[in-house]
């Protein structure tokens, strides 16, 4: 079997022909660090994690570079607003970001690399596009000339002409024509620099992407990333750059995310909608999250609301309670079960289909689904009292297998303090003496606690709420 994915750049799907073989090259597109990150933020921080992670399941050695844009405007008006300079922000914030981010299940990328620390590069990446006539310099400005690459419109599938449609020189502007776009901007008053051969100034957005891509990858990569809102104009001006300098293909395949909508509006700061991360999962499980995201596949939209959330964490559960009931059953399991090819087989079963669903571009929601087809399956082997050792492994095996491969994670649960282990022998024995008040009081007791009890045909249970 091989994986497809859908390529952006040719609006369909395509078996994936790495470069080189066994490997991939992934570039991601980061946030800009200038506040916590948001919902919409996390989507492809997930999305794409989770991309790596099928690839290293099946077998592939990623290498992973995702970017943190910690110098532009938004991070300059910030600094401004908190009266911090602007490399203090950003550090706030990518620890921040870490944080969010780690929570969510994501491992960190095999290079974050930062604006500010490969100024170097990109200052060369420009002076080489202004050698090749791609660029030019206007009032310590330096722009791309965009007509100048044939062609320009190619992710975004859009022609010049129309790309020219509503394309204005803003008063002041210094650009030649209308299209062009910034390379290196100078440095107004009071703004953060860096020295360059056209004066003190800074890069413009796209820039930093291509120069930092071509040191950590090479000039050509497998994979590029990012939302779907990236596709034009960031990405568009990223292959132009890129290609005019290199003259070869700056990425084989162009993966983008959907769009998030809250409580079915546009997720949009001006109409005040959107939910930072950070506030999320200091109310929900960060798990929960990361399943809901998941539980639709990636190039949809996805629309986020508490109500949905809420009722994610309920499947979520149902998946996590099956495990741990396998776990609670694999104590007392032996070897006496004669029908354990049967089962095993059913396993695999679905083992294969997963791969089948993932191998077709990524479809996470049909993973899920499947998983909760094993949790079925492992329900109902529990409740036909069957105890093989090898079936029950094998089950808790596959669980945790791809539970790994979507970046989930079932924790067991903590062990009880001696209040509560008391308690709830308490509560075993006063249901033994037939004494329904006690065993209610103590249920109600330890609900408070936080303690969520279960009584199960192998016994009481218990899990935090």
Not at 164 to 186: M, S, T
Request: aromatic letters at 12%.
């Amino acid at each position: 079997m091989a994986i497809q994915l859908y390529n952006t750049l040719t609006r369909k799907k395509e078996v994936f022909v790495p470069l080189e073989e066994g490997k991939v090259k992934m570039y991601v597109c980061g946030p800009t660090v200038y506040n916590y990150i948001h919902i919409g933020n996390a989507r492809p921080a997930i999305v794409f994690d989770t991309v790596r992670r099928y690839f290293e399941y099946r077998g592939y050695e990623v290498q992973y570079v995702s970017n943190f844009t910690d110098v532009d405007d938004k991070l300059i008006r910030a600094a401004n607003q908190l009266g911090e300079d602007v490399p203090t922000i950003a550090d706030r914030f990518i620890n921040a970001y870490f944080e969010d981010v780690s929570a969510l299940g994501c491992k960190k990328a095999t290079v974050h690399p930062r604006v500010m620390e490969n100024m170097d590069i990109i200052i060369d990446f420009i002076s080489r596009l202004i050698g090749k006539g791609y660029a030019y310099e206007s009032e310590g400005d330096v722009y791309f000339r965009t007509r100048k690459f044939d062609d320009y419109g190619k992710l975004s599938h859009q022609s010049i002409d129309e790309l020219r449609v509503g394309a204005r020189i803003e008063i002041g502007d210094k650009k030649q024509d209308d299209l062009d776009f910034a390379l290196w901007k100078a440095a107004k008053e009071g703004e953060i620099f860096w020295e360059s051969p056209w004066g003190i100034g800074r890069p413009g957005w796209h820039i930093e992407c291509s120069a930092m891509a071509k040191k950590y990858l090479g000039e050509t990569i497998d994979i590029h990333a990012g939302g779907q809102d990236l596709t034009f104009p960031h990405h568009e001006n990223e292959i132009a750059q890129s290609e005019a300098l290199s003259g070869k293909t700056f990425a084989n395949y162009w993966m983008h995310n959907g769009y998030i909508n809250i409580d079915n509006e546009k997720m949009s700061k001006s109409l005040g909608n959107f939910v930072l991360v950070h506030d999320i999962i200091k109310k929900h499980n960060p798990q929960v999250l990361r399943f809901f995201m998941l539980s639709v596949h990636y190039r949809n939209p996805i629309n986020y609301s508490e109500e949905l959330l809420e009722s994610t964490k309920a499947a979520f559960e149902r998946l996590t309670t099956s495990y741990q009931n396998l776990k609670h059953r694999a104590s007392a399991s032996t070897d006496l079960t004669d029908n354990n090819q049967e089962w095993l087989d059913k396993i695999a079963e679905l083992r294969d289909q997963f791969i089948k669903d993932m191998d077709d571009d990524f479809n996470t929601a049909k993973a899920i689904s499947i998983l909760f087809e094993l949790s079925k399956l492992a329900n109902y082997y529990l409740l036909e009292k069957n105890t093989a050792v090898e079936v029950i492994n094998t089950f808790l095996s596959e669980f945790e297998q791809l539970f790994h491969v979507l970046g989930l994670t079932i924790e067991d649960e903590e062990m009880l303090d001696e209040e509560i282990d008391a308690l709830i022998e308490k509560r075993i024995q006063a249901r033994k003496d037939r004494n329904f008040q006690l065993s209610d009081q103590i249920r109600d007791q330890l609900k408070e606690m936080n303690i969520i009890l279960e009584d199960t045909a192998q016994g009481t249970r218990w899990k935090r709420g």
